[in-house]
Structures are given as C-alpha cells and as structure tokens.
C-alpha cells in the first residue's frame, strides 16, 4: 500500500494498546493490583513531569538515563522540566511533600503509568513505556526486602510465568561503596585500553556502569574485576545474609549475581532483577532495590526505602507467550432479531443482560439470521441469542451453543435465569 506522507503517524518509540490486547492488560494489572493490596499497599499517583532536578539529583547526573535519555524542555517561566523516566524519586518526593514522612511507621506505595526514555527502539524497548512499581518506606529491616520478593514470585506464579530467574545482589552503601569503586577504578585503569568506548569513558565518570556493559569482547575483562560483595561492610553483609537466608526459608530461588549494580544511582544494599528468557536481549522483566540514601539525595531527611517496578510491556509479552491468561474479547451472548416486534423484544433482553455484567452485542439493523449467525461466529461470541416474530408470538428466545453447535428453547421469563447457570458451568470468557 502507498505510504501517504501527509498522514500523521505515532511517535517513534511509542505505540497505542489496541483491543484485544488491551484486554489482557487490564486483566495482568487487576491481578497485580490485587497482590499490592493483600500485601498491604495502596495506590500513589504523581505527575507526569517533574522537575528536572528530581531526576538529576536522585538517578544521577552521569547515569545513561539522565545524561542522554530524558524528555527535559523549558517551561514558559523558564524552569526546566522532565517527563518522568521512572516514578521512585517521585514517590519519595511526595512522601517528603505531603508530611507523610513524619507520621512514621512503614508507608507502603503502588503506581502504574507511563514512563519515558529516549533510548533506541527495538523489541520489549520504547520511549514510552509502562511500568508498575511499587515502594516501601520507613524501614531497612531486611524481611522488608524478602516480602516484596516474596510477593513478585507470587506475582510470576499467579500468571504462570516460568523461565524466570531472580538475580541478587548488594551494592553496598555510603560506607563500604567508595572503597570498592577505588578498587574498580585502579584495577579498570589498567585493562581500559582494551575496553569499548563507553568502558573507557565510564572508567573516569562512573566505573560501576562498566558492570552494565554488554560487548562480547569486554566480558571476560569485565569477569576478571573486583566483585563488590568482597567489600561490603559488617553492616552490609549482615543484612544481605538475612535477605538470602530468608529467601532460602521461603524456597525462592535466586542467583547472586555480583555484576548487577543497576543503571540508575540512587541503590544501596539490595538490587535485584527478574529476568525472563523468552524476551530476548530486553529481558529484564522488572528491577529494583533498596535506596536507603535517596531522600538525602533531594534535599530530604534520612529515610529508608526498598521498591520495584515491573516493565508492564515486556510483562505482557511474558505472559502472551505463556498463554495462561489467554481470553476471548468476543461478546458472551450475541442477540440476533428479526422483525419489528422481535427487536423490541431483543433489546430488552439485550438490556438485561448487559445490567447483569453479561458481555453483549447486538445489531442495530435488521439482518437476516444467516448473516447475523456469521457476525457472532466472527466475533468470538459464546452463544447466540435468537429471535423473531414467531418467538415473540411464543414467549420464547432460541439459544445456541456456538461452541457445540446446539440450539435449545429458552422461555422468556427463565432467560437471565437460564443464563447464569450456563454461564456459571462454562469455563471463563
Ligand atoms: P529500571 O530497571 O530502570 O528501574 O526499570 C524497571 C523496568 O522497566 C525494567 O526492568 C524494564 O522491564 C522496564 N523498562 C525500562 N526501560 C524500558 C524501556 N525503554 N522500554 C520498555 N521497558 C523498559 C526503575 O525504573 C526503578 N525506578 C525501579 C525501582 C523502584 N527501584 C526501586 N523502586
């Protein structure tokens, strides 16, 4: 077909979520909210943009995403402004703004909503994105993080997704951190030469990002560079010993992986990773950590933190490919009519069904029941509701199976009656 140059097309790196997939959407994030709330978390919703300086200050200033991947413009008076690329310094800022932080106690958070990043397009990576996260603030004890672990293998198994592996590990904290980056930068000075560009780069501005890199050839050099768990202070490594030994009681099974340092600045202690091996080279389902130090970080008092955030896209791409919430967007029932006095009687039932919850469709103008019967096939619909004149004369609507093929009579005042019970006995649509 032609390409028309003059239509305008969606933006580069964003997409529209049309029916059906939209469906299971909805259906992914009802399962999701309904964990958060028997873990006790309740829904925070924040703007869209923020300050510049939120961002710069909690992500940090030579993390990819700050430095490169932000959607920042200049409002009118000047101030400069950031589509949000992810939602946790806004959580913490409006837990800081609303007074939140001096009830005291744990305040545990949830959000769901766009995200923006100007990296490159490819599979399960957009510009827009969608993530689903979640924070708790107030406390470091360590059976914080192994809830919160707990609950995303609760997660994964409500949605029957395998092939995923948690990875774990400690990034430290103001402590025992700068004696390690000391170590990784002297020992990388060496081996830098040999590195990618971005290795070399990142050997001055910020050598944990090198731990990120993907380049075939930098990863046996990569392999062979201080570990931080080998540096991590009493405090440290006592807390990441009770987060494994309370998975281990659990039975969540993780693989601690000393390279996964995360890309954004904000983490101390715990950082973690579920990845999924069906997606590809985008295959972080979703990450998060503990950030003990971030409300420093833009301006506040000190306030523990742990959270996650789910990348909504790529989790849908999971969950399609497991197939377990696969479902028909179809309608339930399909009235088809036939006749003046037959399409009263038909929205009447229409009507009634729909006041039920029951998924209904019906058309507008009269066909004939070979046509309509064709239009329920291709829609997807369970059962086909039938009527004409002769069955208004009756009482009656004729109701087919469009699964089996069969037709039954059904008296008018048994249809809802009728309908829950066939309903209540077929498998969910
Ligand atoms: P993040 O690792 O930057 O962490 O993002 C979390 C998840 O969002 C990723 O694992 C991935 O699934 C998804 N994601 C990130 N970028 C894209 C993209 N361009 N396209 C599609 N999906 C993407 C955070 O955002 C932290 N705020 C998580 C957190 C919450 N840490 C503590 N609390």
Redesign the pocket.
């Known amino acids: 077909m032609a390409r028309n140059a003059d239509r305008i097309r969606a933006v580069k790196?964003t997409r529209d979520i049309l029916p059906p997939e939209s469906r299971l959407w909805l259906k992914v994030e009802e399962i999701c909210r309904d964990i958060l709330d028997a873990y006790g978390f309740q829904e925070i919703r924040t703007p869209i943009f923020e300050e510049t300086e939120l961002f710069a200050r909690s992500v940090g200033t030579n993390t990819d995403?700050v430095s490169k991947e932000m959607y920042s413009f200049e409002d009118r008076d000047g101030r400069s402004l950031t589509l949000r690329?992810?939602?946790?310094?806004s959580?913490m800022r409006a837990y800081l703004d609303s007074g939140a932080v001096n009830q005291g106690g744990v305040k545990k958070y949830y959000y769901s909503g766009p995200?923006f990043?100007r990296?490159r397009?490819q599979k399960?990576?957009?510009?827009q994105?969608?993530?689903i996260?979640?924070?708790v603030l107030g406390s470091d004890h360590p059976t914080v993080d192994v809830e919160v672990l707990e609950m995303l293998d609760l997660l994964l198994e409500r949605l029957s997704l395998t092939d995923c592996v948690l990875l774990l590990n400690s990034v430290g904290c103001s402590t025992c951190r700068p004696a390690y980056v000391e170590a990784l930068q002297s020992s990388l000075e060496s081996v830098a030469s040999k590195m990618c560009a971005d290795c070399r780069r990142r050997t001055s501005t910020n050598p944990l990002r090198v731990l990120d890199c993907k380049v075939p050839a930098d990863q046996p050099i990569i392999e062979g560079l201080p570990k931080i768990l080998d540096y991590l202070c009493s405090e440290c490594s006592g807390h990441f010993r009770a987060v494994t030994s309370g998975l281990d009681r659990r039975k969540i099974r993780y693989t601690i992986t000393p390279r996964l340092v995360?890309?954004?600045d904000?983490?101390t202690r715990t950082t973690f990773?579920?990845t999924h091996s069906g997606l590809g080279s985008?295959n972080?389902?979703?990450?998060?950590?503990?950030?003990d130090g971030l409300s420093e970080l833009i301006g506040g008092p000190p306030v523990k933190?742990?959270?996650?955030?789910?990348?909504?896209?790529?989790?849908l791409m999971a969950v399609e490919r497991s197939g377990a919430l696969a479902s028909s967007a179809g309608p339930e029932v399909f009235v088809a009519w036939m006749g003046e006095e037959a399409r009263e009687a038909a929205l009447g039932a229409a009507r009634q069904l729909r006041r039920e919850g029951i998924r209904t469709e019906i058309v507008f103008d009269p066909v004939n029941f070979k046509k309509s019967l064709a239009l329920a096939n291709k829609m997807g619909a369970r059962w086909t509701l039938i009527v004409g004149d002769d069955e208004v004369k009756r009482g009656l609507f004729q109701i087919k199976d469009m699964q089996t093929g069969q037709q039954e009579e059904l008296p008018a005042g048994r249809l809802m009656e009728e309908m829950r019970a066939r309903r209540n006995k077929s498998a969910p649509v």
Do not use: K, N, S
């Not at 690329?85 to 310094?89: D, G, N, Q, S, V």
């Not at 399960?124 to 510009?127: I, L, S, V, W």
């Open positions: 790196g995403i690329p992810e939602a946790t310094a959580v995200m990043r990296e397009p399960g990576r957009f510009r994105f969608y993530q996260g979640a924070e995360r890309g954004l904000y983490y990773e579920i985008q972080a389902l979703l990450g998060g950590g503990r950030y933190g742990l959270g996650f955030a789910i990348g909504e896209d790529r989790f």
